[in-house]
């Protein structure tokens, strides 16, 4: 598998993301500097998190407009794997990716925890290695990670099977404590249509090594090295 | 052309919760304003814009809060040019 990972200023999330490409699942994987045309021959492109642009306006929101996005809508129209995790997930909403935003989370407060996860669709180039209802601890870091969409949308998002994360309690229900930021439906994490587009706000990145408190997140990076291992998996 | 200061005001659509606006809200509340009540709470955005006229100076800011200053999913915007400064027009040849 060949990986770009995008570096705005203000990107703090980038190396994680490499790592976990390159040391856990040993993908080929470089750095693209947002100020880059190209994202190059590569069959996962991700935008990882930190505060693109100090946040300024709305998280992503100038970001967005950064001469690589435009590569990044096209790998991602041609049907090229696209990961936004966090301020990725903003920015993917903002460029029109991903319906809906991320609003201020109904606390008010940055939220910096692990959370449970449900896996609610393992039927995704990202989720092939988890099966339907694991529960997975992970991550979680953002102020802005309310997710927002009108009634539509999301009622389509449930009815295509496009959420595929939702945050959840310990014993894997979906009740009172179990949403951290007031998301809709406790959505964590959803797709696009084609399923070739990943947004969530959890860091899988900071889940693939036991020495950092959980590995439920390798299975998404090793989901991605096998099903995008095209080529002769090289 | 001359300069125009336009006033972009982007508020969270009606029905969207506005936990910002709620606080402040509590807290007028709590200092003994009970008339108030409700409040939303937005941004808003001062522009220097240069153009033939207030007209236009408007409908070029309704471009830029469509294309970047607001967010069609969750704000709306208004937008209001302020204050024509006539002394470039006035100054002729230019």
Known sequence: MKAAVITFPGSNCDYDCFHALRDQVGADVGYVWHREQEVGDVDLVVLPGGFSYGDYLRPGAIARFSPIMESVVAHARRGGAVLGICNGFQILC???LLPGALLRNESLR?????VWLRVENARTIYTSRYNKADLLRIHLAHGDGKYHADPETLARLEGDDRIVFR?????GTVGPGSNPNGSAHNIAGIVNEAGNV???MP???RAVDPVLGSEHGLPLFLSLSENLSTAGAA | MSRFVVQVLITPRPGLLDPQGSAIH???????FPEVSTVRAGKALYLDVEASSPDQAEARVREMSKKLLANPVTEDFQVHVEDADVTTAAGGGK
């Open chain 1, 94 to 96: 903002e460029v029109g």
């Open chain 1, 110 to 114: 940055f939220v910096s925890r692990h």
């Open chain 1, 167 to 171: 945050y959840v309690n310990r014993d």
């Open chain 1, 198 to 200: 990943l947004g969530m």
């Open chain 1, 203 to 205: 860091h899988p990145e």
């Open chain 2, 26 to 32: 509590h807290a007028l509340q709590q200092l003994d």
